[in-house]
């Protein structure tokens, strides 16, 4: 029986995207791959691993629905992250003791920070509101 070569969508890193055929059901394979030795000689063969998600179209359509909502939960949650990581680090330089000035500097530059990331933010829905308007 001949097989049809299966084409493989690079989404980054060892992960690929194809489409795949099996007891008449069309799916969406979406799946980690890894470099192993080949039987004969010492060449690398590159083979999928069990790490991967198998959708139909209608799962995969819902999915590219939900894609601009998770990217801005993405971004605010990795936001919300940073800012808890600042927010421990700044509790733990207020038990120790700064002159005024010091503090206030501080305090300056975690604003600025703040701002920059906002703005990083926003620029991230910007790009993701463009990729969506027709």
Do not use: W
Not at 24 to 46: D, E, F, M, P, S
Not at 67 to 77: A, N, P, V
Not at 105 to 111: I, L, S, W
């Amino acid at each position: 029986m001949n097989t049809p070569t299966l084409t493989k969508y690079p989404l980054g890193g060892n992960l690929f995207a194809f489409v795949k055929t099996s007891r008449k059901n069309v799916k969406i394979h979406v799946r980690h791959y890894t470099k192993r030795l080949g039987t004969t000689g010492n060449q690398a063969v590159v083979v999928p691993t069990q790490r991967g998600v198998v959708m139909d179209l209608r799962e995969f359509q819902q999915l590219l629905h939900a894609q601009k909502r998770l990217c801005i939960d993405y971004y605010e949650t990795v936001i919300s992250q940073s800012q808890k990581k600042k927010q421990q680090k700044k509790k733990k330089k207020k038990c120790s003791s700064l002159p005024e000035e010091e503090k206030e500097e501080e305090e300056e530059e975690e604003e600025e920070e703040n701002m920059g990331q906002d703005y990083a933010f926003q620029a991230n829905v910007s790009a993701i509101n463009d990729s969506y308007s027709l």
